[in-house]
């Protein structure tokens, strides 16, 4: 029997709980499978070796590890889109499939995160906000540093133009926002990503409908759990991976899981207001085991 971790939706859960306190129901069931693999991890990072903003970034030793960790054979480590590009074809992925991503751009992925991603030979995607790059914010890459990256292999995905709070934006800055950073990217790199991840983590459905509008393939949070296309491809997680939350054991939590697969979940939407959370767990099947199952009421990243 396969002893990994069970744990896509009550990290789903948690992350809920911890923004919001709301009536949800959940009819979950399960239907996952030890050698299924029709799903991946996908690991988020920020900032590297800059170490007076803990909340957002892995300390050296800690990149290291998770590195020296990733290649120890057991492990698959995939470019995101590939991953997506099977999952959405329904074509398999090996056993233990992850994905790196690293969000916002800093100028510690260029010194720090890709020499030594490199020299694994490890790809990875960075999400973009075009804003900062294009005011030339100090501790953020150039795009001159970003097409280095994107001639090495590097895929860039988007994080719109101004990285706001998008579910409290209009639906038409939301807009503006997308093409914006759309046009920004196809001037600069002579692409536009199909690839999206929601800035902070937060959206909602109008939001979601919006990103698939501007032509965007799949949609990428920041609420941990495994990504595999059961409920779509616009709510993929992702687990965040910093100073608090980057010790060996989580990442060991995250790398080596398998998903719970929810066949239904109500609301459907992730902005559920603010009364009497109320979960009802139902499965089809006995579960083989449900090893970890950690509730966090602390967000994880900014
Ligand atoms: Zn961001």
Redo the contacts with the bound molecule.
Sequence with gaps: MDIRHYQNACHWLAYLGSRFVAMLVLLLSFLGSAFAADHAVILMYHRFGEDRLPSTNIRLDQFDAHLEKLSNGNYSVWPLAKIVDHLQKDMPLPDRTVAITI??AYLSVFTEAWPRLKAKGFPFTV?V?TDPIDRKHRGYMSWDQLRQLQADGVDIGS?TAS?PHMHLSSLADVDVELQKSNQRFLTELGLRPNLF?Y??GEYNLAVIERVKAAGFIAGFGQNSGIAHGYDGYFELPRFAMNERYGAMDRLSLAIDGLPLKANQILPADVVIGKTRLILVLRWRQRLPQIANCAVSTTPMTS
Excluded: L, V
């Design positions: 969000d916002d999400f906000a994080q990285h991840a800035p902070y």
